[in-house]
């Protein structure tokens, strides 16, 4: 498996490249996001937040890994792009 860390991902609003980039935390053979989380309580904005790396890099399949659940089965969540 070819996995990259710390991915960016550049911002392009109207045409013009932003300075500001985002971060994946997790990038698996250019066709999965992992996000890694570590808290006690789960937010759904995670889900938010990767759906939007997927859309902005033209992928279907992410995760959200949440190290801080009580169970490894509670910590992993799946995040599907339409696309």
């Known amino acids: 498996l070819d996995i990259q860390r710390q991915v960016s991902v550049p911002l392009v609003y109207k045409g013009q490249r932003l300075s500001t980039a985002l971060r994946l935390d997790l990038l698996v053979d250019n ?3 992992v996000e890694c989380k570590a808290v006690d309580v789960y937010n759904t904005i995670f889900n938010v937040q990767v759906l939007t790396y997927l ?3 033209h992928l279907k399949l ?15 969540h799946r995040v599907v792009n339409g696309l």
């Open 55 to 57: 859309r902005l890099q």
């Open 31 to 33: 066709k999965v996001i």
């Open 62 to 76: 992410g995760l959200v890994i949440n190290f801080g659940a009580k169970s490894i089965r509670d910590g992993f």
